[in-house]
């Protein structure tokens, strides 16, 4: 069976990531950014995993187990950061928080 | 790339089903439409209100804490293939891991965030 | 692992545990005696400095390369510990005060202090990654810790998001590097860059992704947005250690990384630093100009403050100055820490009950009301104009003497200029204090004014005997670092 070449890892992973910062930037919704957030983590998790498989060496695998912890950490903030905001003002659109001006 | 071919096939011949089947049913199906059929349940009870109920913010609260304990598995799933590998230093590393965790639960569990009400 | 290795780590590790209990020792603390938490907090961060500075002077790797503890670290993480300390004296009066007297505050800032110090300490990507995460998560929701006053939340999420979006950067770099370079190691990218086995493109692309995610973090223009709606929105005792700590471990992450790791490279960054630098200072200091609220016009300035540090960083490359000049940065680092945790001390004293925001006229009056807090805020304020003999005049003057002796002569003048623009902010805070009639009230704490007059008095010492604190840093580097 022939392999995948690495190259077609790396544009995945490149189109995932650019996806997710694109998103994080022109999307208003705070559940939607997290998942373009979390779009970009799992690009920088796909090319990780493809890196160690070509290099033969576990070193990334490793490394995606602690970036799964670490972002299922931060996941947990943010809900509940939006579960509080919600609680306050009844509507989570980042583009109405504007309280914050002088 | 040749031994993909039956699984190519596999995907064109569901979806051509499918696609098919939908088409077959739209041409020669009858359409007699009444204001009872439009209904969402057809002989059941008449629905009222917003079809999108929001969930109770404490459902998030469940949530997020089964996202927290869920994702430790991926620790626990490679020291357990090693485990006679790793012998007694694995074991005293894991319960020093399980260690913290339950820090955080009894911290969660004191503050009640495992009481629904 | 061995035993060694958790030995080099043991400031760091002790603060994890000592948190870790802690937070559940508070949880059995009835609700009068929340100073106990206060104090069992701070003796903890007390602990961790003592055993912190007793590795001064040795220099150990541990953790398969992963960790490595020098001078640089045990500075920074002194830096850390303290601003941690002073953090806690600030926040006891000012959180009860305010009605946000949150104990979870104690826990969450010394699992963050844990994660700059892992981060001084850090010789390998995958740490650097890791403590950037320990250090942010508790900080996010620190920031939103005053959370039913409006803003705290608000402020929480903007930085959460664009922290996470930073990581994400951060993250993707380190990936492109190990894809780059075989390993993730410091020392290990080095060796692969000179063997001449990596993939340059994709090193240098991850490099510059690593430094937009450390921009982030550092608050450099343009990744700046998030400062002021952070600052304003966040209690201020914890902005103030916001201000120096994730800013401090943002320049510990940036000068290991291309300092270690791609001295190469350095050359390459050289003039990307430099705009950044002048583009920072710029637009820090002429946001700062026009702002309200003191705590926004404080977001602005600590801007400014991260664009002189960065100056630093731009003669890497030229080995006869480099030493020097991170030696400046680090020198900058502790004279603005201690000038900004001073500020913000005098800012949560003055602060009203309710929490609302600050704004610069509810300064007028201080000096009439409060002759000591006004006192030492207009050491801090004079400090941070860089006004001789303070301490941040000192700062001010090493940065830009390393900036003309590495060739950079026009952003020199760029950061003096801004400089100049500066002075119009921070001296109107002291016509405020003095010159205007007003019943300014603030907290009549002990604790308080004691910390702000202790810190008063070390920008003043500092800038008696600069030369001091600039041989500690040059000290620093040399048994790691450059």
Redesign the interface.
């Known amino acids: ?2 392999t995948i070449p690495m190259s077609y890892y ?1 544009v995945l ?1 490149a189109v995932m ?1 650019t996806l ?2 694109i998103g ?1 930037i022109i999307r208003r919704n ?1 559940l939607v ?1 997290f998942m373009s ?1 979390e779009l ?2 799992n ?3 796909l ?2 995993v ?2 160690s498989n070509a ?1 033969g ?1 576990a ?2 695998q490793i ?1 995606v ?6 972002a ?17 003002r009844h509507s989570i659109d ?1 583009d109405l ?1 504007n ?2 001006k ?1 | ?1 040749l ?1 993909y071919l039956p699984l190519v096939i596999l995907i064109s011949l569901a979806a051509g089903l499918a696609v098919l089947v939908v088409i077959l049913g739209h041409s020669f199906g009858p359409h007699r439409p009444t204001a009872k059929k439009g209904l969402p349940y057809e002989s059941g009870m008449t629905p009222y209100g917003p079809g999108t109920r929001r969930m109770s ?1 404490r459902y ?2 469940v ?2 804490l089964f ?2 304990f ?3 598995v ?2 626990f799933l ?1 020291w357990a293939v090693m485990f006679r590998k790793l012998g007694v230093f694995g074991l005293v590393e894991m319960l020093i891991f399980i260690g913290i965790l339950l820090v955080g639960y009894v911290y969660a569990w004191k503050k009640g965030a495992l009481e629904w009400e | 692992m061995s035993l060694s290795d958790l030995l080099i780590l043991l400031p760091q590790a002790f603060l994890l545990v000592w948190a870790s209990l802690l937070l559940l020792v508070d949880l059995f603390i009835s609700k009068e005696r929340k100073v106990i938490t206060a104090i069992l907090g701070a003796a903890g961060l007390a602990i961790t400095l003592g055993l912190t500075s007793g590795q001064w002077g040795s220099r150990a790797t541990g953790f398969n390369q992963m960790v490595v503890v020098d001078n640089f670290s045990v500075f920074l993480s002194g830096l850390f510990t303290l601003a941690g300390l002073v953090a806690i004296v600030i926040a006891y009066d000012n959180m009860r005060r305010t009605g946000i007297h949150k104990t979870e505050f104690y826990s969450l800032l010394l699992f963050s202090v844990a994660g700059m110090m892992l981060m001084s300490a850090a010789a390998d990507l ?1 740490i650097v ?2 403590a950037l ?1 320990l250090l942010s ?1 508790p900080l ?2 620190l920031a ?1 810790l005053a ?2 006053r ?2 705290s ?6 930085y ?2 664009l922290g ?2 930073a ?3 951060v ?2 770099g ?3 590097i ?2 780059a370079t ?3 190691s410091l020392a290990g990218i080095m060796a692969s860059i000179q063997s001449g086995t990596a993939e340059l493109p994709l090193l240098v692309i991850g490099a510059a992704l690593l430094l937009v995610g450390f921009s982030f973090k550092v608050a450099a223009v343009p990744f700046h947005m998030w400062t ?2 952070v600052y ?2 966040a209690p201020s005792p914890v902005t103030g250690f916001m201000s120096i700590g994730a800013k401090a471990a943002g320049f510990a992450a940036l000068i290991r990384v291309f300092s270690l790791a791609f001295p190469s490279l350095a050359g390459q960054f050289a003039p990307i630093f430099a705009v950044l630098a002048g583009l920072t200072m710029v637009v820090g200091n002429v946001a700062a100009v026009s ?3 003191i705590k ?1 016009m404080l977001a602005y300035s600590s801007i400014a403050h991260a664009g002189y540090i960065l100056m630093a960083l731009v003669p890497l490359a030229d080995p006869s100055v480099a030493a020097n000049s991170t030696a400046s940065a680090l020198t900058y680092l502790v004279v603005y820490g201690i000038t900004t945790l001073g500020a913000w001390a005098v800012i949560s004293a003055v602060e009203n009950a309710d929490g609302g925001d600050t704004s610069v006229r509810d300064l007028s009056g201080l000096a009439r009301q409060h002759p000591w807090l006004a006192a030492a805020m207009t050491f801090f304020m004079l400090s941070f104009t860089g006004i001789p003999p303070l301490a941040g005049f000192w700062g001010k003057f090493y940065l830009f003497r390393t900036a003309i002796e590495g060739g950079y002569t026009t952003l020199a003048i760029i950061g003096l200029l801004s400089s100049l623009v500066s002075a119009w902010y921070y001296l109107r805070v002291i016509v405020m204090m003095y010159f205007r009639e007003s019943e300014a009230g603030a907290s009549r704490a002990p604790s308080i004014q004691i910390a702000a007059i202790l810190l008063a008095l070390a920008v003043l010492v500092l800038g008696l005997f600069p030369s001091g604190l600039f041989q500690l840093a040059l000290q620093a580097l040399a048994n790691g670092v450059s």
């Open positions: 069976m022939n790396l992973s990531f997710g910062a994080v705070p950014m957030l970009m983590f690009a920088a998790n090319t990780f493809a890196f290099f060496n070193n990334g490394f187990f602690f970036v799964m912890v670490v299922a950490a931060e996941v947990a903030v943010g809900l509940a950061l939006i579960v509080a905001i919600f609680r306050t980042i928080m309280t914050l002088n | 790339m031994e913010v998030y609260l949530a997020v996202i927290l869920d994702i430790e991926v620790f490679p | 995958i990654f890791l995460e998560i996010y929701i939103g959370v039913p409006a803003g939340a608000e402020g929480a999420i903007k959460f998001l996470a979006f990581s994400g950067f993250l993707y380190t990936a492109l190990f894809g075989q390993g993730t002021p709606d304003q929105g702002q309200v609220s926004r």
